[in-house]
């Protein structure tokens, strides 16, 4: 077996494809640009560094079951009561090590689903494991997982991700069991791990949801202990401001 047949079942062992793929055509510009072992190890392995960076990227992205993807360079600050440059701050996911929550509270079209999908999708770039739920939907697992005597399982697995977004709590009220559940998922991850929840009601609206005035309370209670609350005050929704300046857009372009 020849050399560079050798040093092709070396970089197929050591599971190297990108290194493997552009070894020779790196040689080559190596010698045409008279670049010495160092560069072209340096352009070569750079290479591969990205392309597992890419990767990694994609299964994160992909494993946070985002229904949407949306930055934060698409977020018109504009009509929100947030700065770009809080939110830029919270992009760098500084609140996870201290497993703080993040709360966003304001009236439905304000962006609060916008901002919390552009945060999660920067985490994700930041190699974090984030997970979305609406709440309706966290609460449907939570039911099922009881009922297959696996909710301990559950518990174990969401553990795992760095960030758990819950969506849209406060929309549609809970029974006592499944308001119950919720609470143990908030408890379990209390001081552990951190959430992002957005909610149209406020903390004194809360017995809405949960109707036990005792489990709202306690829930309450465990989300803000150790939590940034950022109220969305804008009356005007976001989707609407938003679908205004479209059509403003196209006017503009049909009267050129």
Known sequence: ????????CNLKELRLPVVLKNYVSEASMALEEKLSYEQYLYSLTKK???QRYNNRVKYLLTGARFPKIKTLDEFDFTTSDISKEAAIELSYGHFLNNHENLIFFGSPGAGKTHLALAIGRELCLKDKKIF?????TLVQELVKAKNNLTLTN????????DLVIIDELGYIPFEK??????????????EKKSILLT???AFSEWEKIFKDPMVASATIDRLIHHSKVIHF???TSYRTEQAKKNLAAQKKNSNK
């Open 154 to 161: 559950f518990f174990q697995k969401m553990s795992r991700y």
């Open 233 to 235: 005050k804008k009356e």
């Open 1 to 8: 077996m020849n050399h560079q047949a050798n040093l092709e």
């Open 177 to 190: 069991c499944e308001a119950d559940l919720l609470f143990q998922f908030i408890s379990d991850r209390y």
């Open 132 to 136: 979305f739920y609406t709440g309706c």
């Open 48 to 50: 591969e560094v990205e």
């Open 199 to 201: 909610t149209n009601l």
